[in-house]
């Protein structure tokens, strides 16, 4: 039905800059909420931020004023911006999405996962 597809991870050094970016495809009526999650080693995941579909944003605190999420409604996509990058963010990032394909009730749907390693 629905597939989310994220690019733009690797590994960068403290103080870095990353640009991640996801795709949704398929059968798509419309799509509310997205965001972006993160599971670090040994941690649970997390909610870093989140965008409605009208642009209303919030972000998790440890990444306020460098972390910036963003969407595109005409292309079905959704990136994050990561600025002055620390060791404490090296993660698996994931996109998320709230999505009603076409036919079917609105449901969450979830990408597969880009790493995300920040080391010197």
């Known amino acids: 039905q629905v597939q989310l597809v994220e690019s733009g991870g690797g590994l960068v050094q403290p103080g870095g800059s990353l640009r991640l970016s996801c795709s949704a495809s398929?059968?798509?009526?419309?799509?509310?909420?997205m965001a972006w999650y993160r599971r670090a080693p040994g941690k649970q995941r997390e909610l870093v931020a989140r965008i409605t579909s009208s642009g209303s944003t919030n972000y998790v605190d440890s990444v306020k004023g460098r972390f910036t999420i963003s969407r595109d409604n005409a292309k079905n996509t959704v990136a994050l911006q990561m600025n002055s990058l620390k060791p404490e963010d090296t993660a698996v990032y994931y996109c998320?999405?709230?999505?009603?394909?076409?036919?079917?009730?609105?449901?969450?749907?979830w990408g597969q996962g880009t790493q995300v390693t920040v080391s010197s």
């Open positions: 398929g059968s798509i009526f419309s799509i509310g909420a």
């Open positions: 998320n999405a709230d999505v009603r394909a076409t036919g079917w009730a609105l449901r969450e749907y």
